[in-house]
């Protein structure tokens, strides 16, 4: 009879299976390198906005937290908050479910009463921005304060940060919140002056925007704090997952994981006991002396905690990061090179600070200022004297299988949940002049895919497609 094999015997050929599955499964998920095959029929093949990339590695890691079997956030999540910290060069980074979690905790870490004078109250209000994503707003009206919003520039997709002084009302306005949309930084300058002079909270939405730089600076390291989203369309993934990153002040991070981890009063790490040192010594609110200090709450908090196994893939893309991000730029300058023979009906987007994209690279205004944004989308604007719509380009790039999008939420204000509330007063909100920015965005802009994931032959069907729409002959739209 043979041996049986040991238990690291037998893990070490688990992973060796699941690699070589992998690699068959899953080839056509890998990050493509200069010289890949590109197998690519145009209109047969889809070509998506965004999608997961990765290969043997994150199977491997998941599978390998899976054996471990500790499931709940433990050591990859530490080691992920940890790596993911250490890149952005943040004080802390703290793992939850999702992007609209780490905005929601964020804000909610803000309203602590442990901040006195500082925490936001209800009836407080918080400027944002008209056109974006849904959750970036939410948590505001969650926490019982007022929305005020202002318009966004239909180009730089971002804040008109010349409307926040009009936002702003003494005694009343207490923080920012607003996204860097589309991997475009807003105006830091603006925004960060602006939050100093009034003394305000500021939350940088950095969900769609890791590795995104303004002056040379990462995004997500200006505010109080910032957040990320780890969903498959985003920079990098584990399925479904989120970050707080606490930028500075240390003191935040204690509560952002209370409200993360149900309310409590006590820090210690899953698996952990007495981190303190005084589990049985504390009394506080009107417990007993000695109540344990693993179920004292000090806020009316969540559970939205990710598993070790999320934590674990996460680390694996976290590798292939600066990769990932070179191929998003690489890509959207792909996609403006060959799209600019129809400047004359379509505008793109432009890195904050930038005049102009010329072939040699941006112009810039005279800030001297700079942004270099690791793109999420690609943007494109129908402008008014187009002969062809919004809506036809979509469903010409649907019929071709190009995967397209709106700016998630468009001008948020008319939403539903937005208009109901203003015609019911189901919650204050204040909007300030017409936002016909973010209407703009809303009616005449939809974003292609930059993901890491797109090749050169995509590129240059997106193009040829658009192109083929308004007639332009086909020699127009140059391979690079
Ligand atoms: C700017 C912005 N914030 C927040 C979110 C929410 O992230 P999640 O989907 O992980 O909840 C998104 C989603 O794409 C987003 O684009």
Redesign the pocket.
């Given at each position: 009879m043979p041996e049986p094999a040991s238990e690291a015997e037998l893990r070490a050929e688990i992973l060796r299976l699941v690699r070589e599955y992998a690699r068959l499964r899953h080839a056509g998920f890998a990050l493509p390198a200069a010289g890949d095959p590109e197998e690519f029929t145009p209109g047969v093949s889809p070509v998506p906005y965004a999608g997961r990339v990765f290969d043997a590695d994150e199977v491997e890691a998941g599978v390998a937290s899976l054996l471990d079997f500790w499931l709940t956030l433990g050591p990859e999540g530490e080691a992920f908050e940890r790596e993911l910290a250490a890149m952005l060069g943040v004080r802390n980074s703290i793992l939850v479910n999702?992007?609209?979690s780490a905005?929601l905790v964020a804000f909610s870490a803000l309203t602590s009463p442990k901040l006195g004078n500082r925490r936001l109250k209800p009836g407080d209000e918080v400027i944002t921005v008209a056109a974006?994503?849904p959750?970036?707003v939410a948590p505001i009206v969650q926490n019982g304060c007022v929305p005020v919003f202002i318009d966004n520039d239909p180009i730089t997709l971002n804040a008109r940060v010349e409307q926040l002084d009009d936002a702003y009302v003494p005694g009343k306005t207490r923080a920012v919140i607003m996204?860097h949309t589309l991997g475009n930084p807003f105006d830091v300058t603006a925004v960060t002056d602006f939050c100093r002079r009034h003394d305000l909270w500021l939350i940088e939405?950095n969900?769609?925007a890791l590795g995104s730089t303004y002056d040379g600076t990462l995004t997500g390291t200006f505010g109080d704090l910032s957040t990320q989203?780890f969903?498959p369309p985003h920079h990098i993934t584990m399925g479904e997952g989120?970050a707080v990153n606490v930028v500075r002040n240390a003191g935040l991070k204690l509560l952002v994981e209370s409200f993360r981890d149900w309310g409590r009063d006590c820090w210690c790490p899953s698996g952990k006991d007495n981190t303190c040192n005084k589990r049985f010594g504390w009394q506080l609110g009107e417990l007993p002396e000695g109540y344990d200090h693993k179920y004292i709450y000090t806020h009316l908090g969540y559970n939205l905690k990710p598993t070790d196994v999320q934590a674990a893939i996460g680390r694996k893309q976290l590798q292939k990061f600066p990769a990932f991000a070179a191929a998003r730029r690489r890509n959207w300058h792909t996609l403006r090179t060959l799209l600019d023979p129809l400047s004359e009906w379509l505008d793109f987007q432009l890195p904050t600070h930038a005049t102009a994209w010329t072939q040699a690279g941006f112009t810039w205004d005279s800030s001297g200022h700079r942004s270099d944004p690791s793109w999420f989308g690609f943007m494109i604007r129908v402008n008014p004297g187009s002969p062809v719509s919004r809506k036809d380009l979509a469903v010409a790039l649907d019929e071709a299988k190009i995967g397209n999008r709106m700016l998630?939420g468009g001008n948020l204000v008319r939403q539903p949940v937005f208009a109901q509330a203003r015609k019911t007063g189901a919650f204050p909100m204040r909007i300030v002049g017409d936002l016909a920015g973010a209407d703009a965005i809303m009616n005449e802009t939809l974003f292609v895919g930059t993901y890491p994931g797109l090749r050169e032959a995509a590129c240059e069907f997106i193009a040829a497609t658009i192109a083929n729409l308004y007639r332009c002959p086909s020699d127009a739209i140059q391979p690079r």
């Open positions: 999702s992007g609209s905005n974006g994503f959750t970036t996204a939405d969900c769609d989203s969903y989120g998630f």
